[in-house]
DNA sequence: TCGAATTTGTGCGTATGTATC
DNA sequence: GGATACATACGCACAAATTCG
């Protein structure tokens, strides 16, 4: 390669995504295959190769095996309400759900685990001290659209109904509510906005592309200003952003 | 590739992950080089290398030429308060600066424009109507953290003190308490929070790389349900979290 | 100062598996 | 089933940058 000039699979993206931008290749358009590709640009099956993707790790395309790789449409972002407590919405996600009427489905998967030094810290428990770890999927109109972590120390939670956030009679009506049934007054909570490259587990549960971003929210909930439950939720930066409505005092 | 099992590459990018958030492969150590991360897990040269494409895509390491791959330090990410306006401090970047006490200053440029289709949309004013826009970039211990652009409807502050956000007898006292002074109440606020790959322009400001992730806010002020001012924020997403604290209805 | 060894980054050719049409 | 196309994988080559004796 010589001096100034670019990679050859860059100069094949380059072109590739002007085309995208300029509407010459619209959303669902079919890109050329690896080999016409190869023969259209004069360059060997690994640049073809690279080149395509650069442009599936920028989002702007997607591969199918055996079929095609075909431009994909940019999702209009929607938004996902984070502030606002409704305690008539019968759903732990109702932070997550809310927004413009939109249904959503989650499935869950509790476990008993011990409390790592990060837990531990944000839960103000002993690192190995006894949790009740909860993943969710929640997906929005079928489509898997936000991931979160629950902790929940079960020295609050243990030998009492809610012991299982999906179970018993307040299961799955979210933190608020399944505290309350134990005579824990949830008053405030903290929610912690971050962006990262999304882990190749998360992307692969929602959908995405290894390395694409995700927005990431620690939230905790408190009670008199004690920590009893904390959550990582995990969001595809691409398709939502978090709102949060707040009065001016 | 039998049924079931990871890719190759995917397996050898998990072992390596896991070394590095165990602590086994701390930040400036150097990765086992292609070479011998193909002899040490018996793969080939082209898996090696993948497996390094993917750790670099999620941030974890970078290359070196000629060097080596190394883990990347993670700057300890510091915390923006977004929520809770106090009417005493005398700064516009109350909620940009308030973290733990650390000191910011800025510097502002305002100049007057006409509102495009985005910014009209949010001002909800005719697309070409008067604003003043105003760019400020705010530092945190002389470093740059944040860029903000504002925008404010002439309309409304046209032929009053407090036309130019930093002049005049309220001039740097933030958004709130320049509206009051004209009689305008601010009630609430809303913060739209996404992420983005930065650009350019705005990374060069912010002293980072492009293409690096930056926490895109978009704010908007209301009196009496009526938007008198919004603004976007931009943060480096590497150093800085955005905070809200929610009360609980 | 020079040069050799190492390492990353890029590129090439090929082969095989598997999904889709 | 056959043809097509992507996904993964192997082995190799070379340039550029770095390191180190």
Redesign the pocket.
């Known amino acids: 390669?010589?001096?100034g000039e670019q990679?050859?699979?860059?100069r094949v993206a380059d072109d590739l995504r002007r085309k995208i931008l300029e509407g010459q290749l619209p959303p669902h358009a079919r890109?050329p295959?690896?080999?016409r590709i190869r023969t259209e640009y004069g360059?060997?099956?690994?640049?073809a190769?690279?080149a395509?993707k650069v442009l599936m790790a920028e989002g702007f395309v997607e591969?199918?095996?055996?079929?095609?790789?075909y431009v994909r449409e940019r999702p209009r972002q929607r938004r996902i309400i984070r502030s606002g407590y409704l305690p008539t919405a019968p759903s732990p996600f109702r932070q997550e759900q809310a927004d413009e009427g939109v249904k959503g489905t989650w499935e869950s998967r509790s476990i008993q685990d011990t409390a790592s030094v990060d837990v531990a810290a944000r839960l103000r428990i002993e690192p190995g001290d006894k949790v009740m770890r909860t993943h969710y999927l929640f997906r929005s109109e079928s489509e898997p659209a936000l991931l979160s972590t629950s902790w929940e120390p079960l020295a609050l939670t243990g030998r009492t109904p809610v012991l299982l956030p999906e179970e018993g009679p307040v299961g799955g009506q979210g933190v608020v509510a399944r505290m309350a049934a134990i005579d824990v007054r949830v008053d405030h909570l903290t929610e912690e906005v971050g962006a990262r490259p999304g882990l190749a587990e998360e992307t692969a549960a929602l959908g995405g592309v290894p390395g694409h971003m995700v927005i990431e929210i620690r939230r905790t909930h408190y009670a008199s200003g004690r920590p009893v439950e904390t959550a990582d939720v995990v969001i595809p930066a691409e398709k939502y952003r978090a709102v949060y409505d707040l009065p001016v005092r």
Request: hydrophobic content about 35%.
């Open positions: 390669m010589p001096f990679p050859a699979y860059l890109l295959s690896q080999a360059v060997s099956d690994t640049v190769l690279e395509r591969g199918r095996s055996g079929s095609g790789t």
